[in-house]
Structures are given as C-alpha cells and as structure tokens.
C-alpha cells in the first residue's frame, strides 16, 4: 500500500502564491513520475505538471508542465524523500481548483507497479 499526502492549499487573491507539497509513504521501491493533477467544477481531471525519474538528467527528473502554467508554476522533487513540490505563482482565477498528487509507483514487497493519487487539497483564487 502506498499513501500520498498533500499539503498547502487554500486562498489566494489573484497574482499571489501558493506552494503545494505531497509526500509519498508505504511500500516504495522507486517511483518512475510524481506530479500534479487539477479539477475544477463541471471540469476533467488535467495534468498540471510532472516530474519523470531520470536518474541521467542533472537533477534527476526531467519536467513536464502543461501550457497553461507554463512560466508561473513550477515543480520540483526530493528524489530520496518522495517529495514534490509544486509553486504556484501569479494565480489566476482559472487556476481554482481541487489539486492531486499522483505518483507511478514501483512497489517493493507486492511487486508490480501503480498509480497512486492522494486525496487532493482546495486551491481558490479570488479576482
């Protein structure tokens, strides 16, 4: 079993900050991608942004980072803490929404391999 924990959200006026962390726990060996995903009201589940284990890159992962956060948000891992981080900056009231982690997993004892998300935090941007 495998747990994330999120932390961080909560309200913000427009063109503030927000730092959104999760912690992954339980039976890890690695852990191939950790990320962020968003839904808002009435809306899909989207990828927000992603860090891809690559132990060859110079910190490890490389990033993925949808075009709508592009230049405001960023993302970064603790590789030996199973953390990520996302930094939210110049919100936008479009930005309001439920955030998840997500992490693909590769378990230790259970062998096998899975996604896991944690139960998500409320981000709210006021204009």
């Known amino acids: 079993q495998v747990h994330l924990v999120e932390s961080g959200g909560g309200s913000v006026q427009a063109g503030g900050s927000l730092r959104l962390s999760c912690v992954a726990s339980?039976?890890?060996?690695?852990?191939?991608?950790m990320g962020w995903y968003r839904q808002a009201p009435g809306k899909y589940r989207e990828r927000v942004a992603m860090t891809i284990t690559d132990r060859s890159a110079n910190l490890g992962y490389s990033i993925n980072l949808s075009d709508s956060v592009k230049g405001r948000f960023t993302i970064s891992r603790d590789l030996d803490k199973n953390t990520v981080t996302l930094q939210m900056n110049k919100v936008e009231p479009e930005d309001t929404a439920v955030y998840y982690c997500?992490?693909?997993?590769?378990?230790?004892?259970?062998?096998?391999?899975?996604?896991?998300w944690g139960r998500g935090t409320q981000v709210t941007v006021s204009s």
């Open positions: 997500k992490a693909d997993v590769v378990l230790l004892h259970q062998h096998g391999r899975d996604d896991y």
């Open positions: 339980g039976d890890i060996f690695s852990i191939n991608a």
